[in-house]
């Protein structure tokens, strides 16, 4: 194999979380993230446009499930992060629909020309709805939405 070999982009990213119905709710419901499977306990997968969030419970995932095509094991605790992508022009709507929802904006910040907006989930994960151009990126890059 010659050259440097580099990855294409991010599939999937995970977080953990202490309640797994509480997340499932908050990200179907207020965000909108497609629901694609859950093992009860243990975690939730749910789309977002052709990537995936993974929904773990950290306990459950610290032990191995056991079967051959199962992750090894895995977890994290404390507060992690993930930032959704919107088009700058949608983060008024956006903070409008969270407040709508009963979520407490944290704080909004304009960087790179784009802004972003930052808020919990229920088990105090910090969330972000940003523009791609925070980090330089054109707004083509989001993905057409269904």
Known sequence: MSGQMSV?????SALYVLDLQAAEEFYTDVLGLMFFSKLEGRHVFLRCGDRMVLLFNAEATAVSAGGPKDAPTHGAKGEGHLAFAAMD?????W???????????EQEIQTGGGRSIYFRDP????????SPRIWGISEETISSRD
């Open 8 to 12: 294409s982009g991010v599939l999937e």
């Open 89 to 93: 022009c949608e983060i008024d709507q």
């Open 95 to 105: 903070k409008q629909h969270l407040v709508e929802k009963g979520v407490e904006i």
């Open 123 to 130: 088990s105090q994960n910090s969330l972000e709805i940003a």
